[in-house]
């Protein structure tokens, strides 16, 4: 199965707005619809030899990081769902990897992958809550309500985590898709990050 046959990607119905700015619905609609041929795809597991749905596997999923380095921000959110779940015997689960993408995919207005990522973005929230004053600058300055500084609030921060842990786009997507990461170190990498982010954030945003 070639997913990028199955999918159509250059269909006027799936590009038909710009993916790097959608909607949380329509992120929602075009994450789906990868997850879906992605799920076909399962599907043929037990039918294929497996080195022949290994190969096919690697190819869809190459197929996704090309978008996703091409700014689409489904396929940088499906790209962190997917890492997070693994492929046995494909491509590992691997929560440096699933992280890296889902940090891209906020940065880029994600809702999808900052709730997946939930649990990474709480100190975050924590350090604004516990610094006095913080949050209610932060709603004032730039007109948000308790709807959406949330995402506000962790789409900013993960473009500064980016800058300063130099973490590129196109670096990322030129990985191996079948090596995975030391996630211990990059938990640490990120703490030594937020050091200087933390307070970056909020001179920016508060």
Known sequence: MDISKTVDFDADDFFAVDLS????????????????????????????????????????????VEMAAGGAVPAQ????????????????????RAH????????????????RLRLFYEPLYDFCL???????????????????VTDFVAQNYSILLLEEMKINLLDVAKKDVTEGGNFVKFQYDVEQANKAVFPKLLKLIA
């Open 21 to 64: 700015k959608v909607h949380y619905e329509n992120q929602r609609v075009f994450f789906n619809i990868i997850r879906d041929q992605f799920n076909e795809l399962n599907k043929q597991e037990d039918s294929l030899p497996k080195n022949v749905f290994r190969e096919q596997y690697l190819q869809a999923i190459m197929d996704i």
């Open 100 to 115: 890296e993408w889902g940090i891209i995919a906020v940065s880029n207005g994600s809702k999808l992958a900052s709730e």
């Open 77 to 96: 959110d499906y790209l962190c769902y997917a890492y997070k779940k693994g492929v046995e015997g494909v491509i590992p689960a691997d929560l440096t």
């Open 130 to 148: 516990r610094t006095e004053g913080a949050l209610e600058n932060i709603l004032v300055k730039n007109k948000l309500d308790e709807n959406t």
